[in-house]
């Protein structure tokens, strides 16, 4: 069984940029979540993609944005990058049922400057 | 007032002693619960994941959950080195779109 996988593992870019991470889910799971952690903090839930379609926000602008993929891979863009957007990205799979447990990848630290 | 509150430690203890770690929320719709814990750097990993009040025993971790004082407690029995890490609790509703709600994580770490 393959867990969750999420590349790139670190990248920095600069503020106004647009940046895109990928995440592969675990094997039989058809459910991405993204979730932002900042350092000190816990994660914090951006939006979920069941059947390539958004399924839940968190409170976070337009600017961030997903994907989900017919393999349920998914991407998370965001665009005009700002300082406080320097974070630990969190990518997380299940199977889609209200209650099932989350599994998460290593995550990807961006750094904006 | 945040949804999930957890003291953010630090907590350090000698190996072998009997951890003790806990989150309040206020919101009476949660359903699930769970613990992760993650390593410096790492993704978080679920420890343990429980539905209801009552105990959950895995080896040396035990989850509670007391829903009528809207607490939960994670117990390491005989800790070790290597479980130094933060710990998270979670908690999500059920439904359609089950958020974690995280609390804001307790950094352990187990003196040899």
């Known amino acids: 069984e393959t867990g969750v996988t999420q590349s790139p593992t670190h990248l920095i870019k600069t503020r106004g940029q647009q940046v895109t991470l990928r995440c592969s889910s675990q094997?039989?799971?058809?459910?991405v979540s993204w979730y932002q952690q900042a350092l000190g903090q816990g994660p914090q839930f951006i939006f979920q993609y069941y059947r390539e379609e958004e399924n839940g926000r968190g409170n976070f602008p337009p600017r961030f944005s997903g994907l989900q993929f017919p393999n349920y891979s998914s991407e998370l863009n965001v665009n005009a990058l700002e300082l406080d957007d320097s974070a630990l990205y969190l990518c997380?799979?299940?199977?889609?049922?209200?209650?099932?447990?989350?599994?998460f990848g290593p995550g990807t630290r961006l750094t904006v400057t | 007032q945040k949804e999930v509150e957890q003291d953010p430690g630090p907590l350090s203890v000698p190996e072998g002693a009997i951890v003790s770690l806990n989150c309040t929320y206020s919101n009476s719709a949660f359903q699930y619960f769970m613990w992760y814990r993650q390593y410096s750097r790492k993704g978080p990993e679920l420890l343990m994941y429980?539905?209801?009040?009552g105990n959950k025993e895995d080896g040396r971790f035990t989850a509670q959950v007391d829903k009528s004082s809207k607490y939960i407690s994670l117990f390491i029995r005989d800790s070790q080195p290597s479980d130094s890490a933060t710990y998270l609790c979670?908690?999500?509703?059920?439904?359609?779109?089950?958020?974690?709600?995280f609390g804001t994580g307790t950094l352990l770490a187990v003196q040899p």
């Open positions: 997380a799979s299940n199977t889609r049922t209200g209650s099932d447990e989350q599994y």
């Open positions: 429980t539905y209801s009040s």
């Open positions: 094997s039989g799971h058809n459910t």
């Open positions: 979670a908690m999500n509703y059920g439904g359609a779109t089950n958020k974690l709600i």
